[in-house]
């Protein structure tokens, strides 16, 4: 055979059996002794593992659930001085022997199926899970046992990440090692939240259902063991369809595991839901809607869950000041301050007290009347439009930024602006006015046709940067009076009111300085960072002619016997059904202002807008009243002071003083309405056109002979 292809014909007799390879007899020994040494290894790293698991168990420390109460969380002060207390630890316990066995059945079938089998975590239910999740394309079930959930709740954060999943099993093994199951489940059915502020299967079932635990029907336990996957979301209360379903996909559960029978089934799956009266309860402790921004406030920017907020023994340090709280709350104790409301709705309110140099909200009140849990808080999570409270910040100081000044003449006249026609409430127009004369008037035409001449996106930006966000239908020049798509809050509005006073950089509103555990350590921290918005010096100019507005314009009844700067803003009826024949009404009022210490928003109307319940109010009136008493009380021990003066005030006001008329020479600039320049331009044209056919007609005169005649025009 030809040399060239032996090594083919060996690979060929090899695949056909016919040539063994050779092996070198060497290198078997050190094949099977680099084998056992890896084994070997192997074993050892496992082995000490598994060893430093076991220790790493062991060293956990589970001693609450010996006596788990739920420590409160302490509310600190500005001062320092504790200033409430909030807590869940009105949990009622009972005993397993009291909690009803379907129920303990019901909880075991749509939690953990397999809890009274495994030791803490459940392998097999992890991989059933695992194979769900990947045919569902998405999270479709979980694999926790009720063992790691106590875990979860009871030491840990809600932290989606490997290391608190492996800590989570750690004290699930731990704690299947020192309780036995009945324990296990007693504590958790204790501990678990059921939503509507509530913990504990004892307070749920009075909540929901107005009974003792013990007497539960099955449908009735069903709905309960419903509720901890998603409290909010299956709550009767809220979605009673959502409720059901749920409520039924545990009894089939039950039904599939043999914890009930046919009948019971089919008895318990045509039970409606029938619900008692929800009456909510406050938790302990003082200024109820400031601690409800608190807790949002933590678990938003923080991360911090309510169940670790309210049983966490935490120390949250805030920028609560006793004082303005105190000054807030006895105004809106006051209802002589307030319109009077109709016979089946209370006219609401909120309001808001910044610091405007740290943006600490030093006081909040978010309704009238009683209060609810983290209920809704109109002070911080309202959306109304905001009328003319919002033109100095998306209008008139974006102009001063351009170059316009307080005495800047503005158009004031017919205007039509791709079908927009913005009117004044007395249908009338002046021709021109000073920017100082609209703020303090109020006018509605010169914001709209100025806001139109520095560029819709120009104020957009300006208001942004503040803090205040747009939505996309936002985009049109409605905005210069506030007509706003979605709205804003007072928090939103203080805030941006704020620059003002700090000449021209907006503070960040919060509440929280930083959050603690009780020995000290810090678990989070506030480090709000100015945000340079405009000028000092048209801030400056924007103050005093604020001043002005509340000096002698719309927001008069704000005046106090201290530097005051502010606007009043009212949004009218919608117009047609059901408000036609309905003159002078309002639906929302207004009045943003400040002082050279506090700047506050305060807004006034119903919830819920109909031609039986609106304001009769115009120009902000009573808002305007609430703003001066919360202030003056606030600061009756504060001497009075005046506002914060630029370094370098600039060539827009150098001659310029808050509170005055005098004005800048390049105040004195006239602003021409839009097509003005065009209609001058073509009239100079016309008479260039009218004197050229005179000089004409007069040259032709001179040269025509003595008894002729002038040709006829044909034109």
Request: net charge neutral.
């Amino acid at each position: 055979m030809n040399r060239r292809l032996q090594p083919l014909a060996n690979v060929i007799r090899l695949f056909r059996g016919q040539l063994k390879p050779k092996r070198k007899s060497r290198s078997l020994p050190r094949f099977r002794i680099s084998k056992a040494m890896a084994l070997v290894a192997v074993v050892s790293v496992c082995g000490s593992a598994a060893l430093g698991a076991i220790f790493w168990v062991r060293s956990l420390d589970i001693s609450k659930l010996a006596n788990p109460l739920l420590a409160p969380t302490q509310l600190i002060d500005k001062n320092g001085g504790l200033a409430s207390e909030i807590s869940s630890s009105k949990i009622v316990p009972v005993s397993l022997e009291r909690i009803p066995l379907h129920l303990q059945h019901a909880i075991v079938a749509v939690e953990d199926k397999r809890f009274y089998d495994h030791a803490g975590v459940d392998a097999i239910g992890i991989l059933r899970a695992l194979m769900q999740n990947l045919r569902a394309g998405g999270v479709a079930e979980g694999g926790s046992t009720i063992t790691q959930q106590l875990a979860k709740n009871m030491f840990l954060s809600h932290d989606q990440t490997l290391s608190r999943k492996v800590t989570e099993a750690g004290y699930a093994f731990k704690i299947e090692q020192t309780y036995d199951k009945e324990r296990i489940l007693e504590t958790y059915l204790n501990q678990i939240y059921f939503g509507e502020g509530q913990w504990g299967i004892q307070k749920a079932a009075n909540t929901y259902f107005g009974k003792d635990v013990a007497d539960l029907t099955l449908p009735e336990s069903a709905m309960l063991a419903a509720l901890p996957k998603a409290p909010t979301h299956y709550s009767p209360f809220k979605n009673k369809e959502k409720a059901l379903e749920r409520r039924n996909l545990v009894l089939d559960l039950m039904l599939a595991g043999k914890y009930i029978g046919e009948d019971d089934y089919r008895k318990a799956v045509a039970t409606p839901i029938v619900l008692a009266e929800l009456q909510q309860e406050s938790l302990r402790g003082l200024y109820p809607y400031y601690m409800d921004q608190v807790i949002e406030e933590a678990i938003e920017q923080y991360g911090f869950t309510e169940r670790q907020l309210l049983a966490g023994g935490l120390r949250i340090y805030t920028r609560l000041d006793p004082a303005v709280q105190a000054a807030m709350d006895k105004a809106f104790g006051n209802d002589s301050l307030f319109p009077k409301s109709a016979p089946d709705q209370l006219v609401q309110s909120g309001a808001v007290i910044l610091d405007p140099y740290t943006g600490g909200v030093l006081g909040l009140v978010g309704g009238r009347g009683e209060h609810v849990f983290r209920g809704f808080n109109r002070a911080t999570q309202l959306k109304r439009q905001p009328g003319s409270s919002f033109k100095p910040l998306v209008v008139y100081a974006p102009a001063l930024e351009q170059g316009y000044g307080p005495n800047s003449k503005l158009y004031d006249g017919p205007l039509d602006i791709n079908g927009y026609r913005p009117t004044d409430w007395d249908k009338r127009t002046r021709g021109e006015v000073t920017m100082r004369e609209a703020v303090i008037r109020s006018w509605n035409i010169p914001p709209v046709w100025l806001l139109n001449e520095i560029g819709l996106q120009t104020g957009q930006a300006f208001v942004q940067r503040l803090g205040i966000p747009l939505a996309k239908g936002d985009n049109n020049l409605a905005i210069a009076l506030g007509g706003l798509q979605e709205g804003v809050s007072p928090l939103q509005m203080a805030q941006a009111y704020g620059a003002f006073p700090n000449l021209g950089s907006m503070m960040p509103a919060h509440t929280i300085e930083k959050i603690t555990t009780v020995d000290g350590r810090v678990l989070a921290e506030a480090k709000p960072s100015p945000v340079a918005v405009m000028s000092p010096s048209t801030a400056f100019a924007m103050t005093g002619m604020l001043m002005d507005a509340v000096r002698e314009g719309t927001g008069s009844n704000a005046a106090m016997n201290r530097p005051t700067a502010g606007k009043s803003g009212t949004t009218q009826l919608p117009a047609g059904a059901p408000f036609e024949g309905i003159e002078g009404g309002s639906k929302d009022a207004w009045f943003v202002g400040y002082t050279p210490e506090l700047v506050g928003a305060v807004w006034i109307g119903y919830d819920q807008t109909d031609q039986n319940h609106y304001l009769n109010i115009s120009g902000g009136y009573s808002s305007a009243i609430v703003f001066r008493e919360m202030m003056s009380s606030a600061l009756q021990d504060v001497p009075a002071k005046s506002f914060r003066q630029p370094p370098d005030p600039g060539k827009r006001t150098d001659s310029f003083v808050p509170g005055k008329g005098n004005s800048s020479k390049d105040d004195e600039q006239k602003k021409e309405p839009p097509g003005q320049k065009k209609k001058e331009e073509k009239e100079k044209e016309k008479k260039e056109k009218e004197e050229k056919r005179k000089r004409e007609e007069e040259k032709r005169n001179n040269d025509r002979k003595p008894g002729e005649k002038e040709d006829d025009d044909d034109d």
